[in-house]
């Protein structure tokens, strides 16, 4: 399965009054998950952008299991969950330093035209993206599958 992996250490600034890291900072790291699964990839957001292209959040899920504090090491793993030409479903798990999920949660994106914001098929306008992603979803369906 293609996942994505990399790391951030929790900043003081992310900890709420309960020294524990604030539960809309964990959308940010989902952000630099997915920022990261595309460069994994090949491609870059704001290329994307340049092109004429934006893929805005429609939709997100988070489950929060155990806590981040302060100094600690997480581990965000991010991965293409479903695709369907327009729309992109992104999974994410993030984890401490002990291997033990902590976050975990998905994102759905839809990839539209900069000017129009109107929905547009990846496939046509960025067709190397849409290859990717095909290849990504399978190797995703695959892991499921094997269990």
Known sequence: MHQSQTQVEVRYAETDQMGVVHHATY???FEVGRAQF???LGFS??????DGFLAPVTDITISYKRPFRYGETAEIRTWLENYNG???VYGYGIYNEKDELCI??????????K????PVRM????????D???NALGSYKKAIKEG
């Not at 496939?123 to 849409?130: N, Y």
């Open 27 to 29: 959308l940010i790291w």
């Open 38 to 40: 595309i460069k994994d």
């Open 45 to 50: 957001y704001a290329q994307m952008e340049e």
């Open 86 to 88: 327009i729309r992109s």
């Open 104 to 113: 975990s949660g998905t994102s759905t994106h839809v990839l539209v035209n």
């Open 115 to 118: 000017e129009t914001f109107k």
């Open 123 to 130: 496939k046509k306008v960025l067709p190397l993206w849409h």
């Open 132 to 134: 990717a992603y095909q």
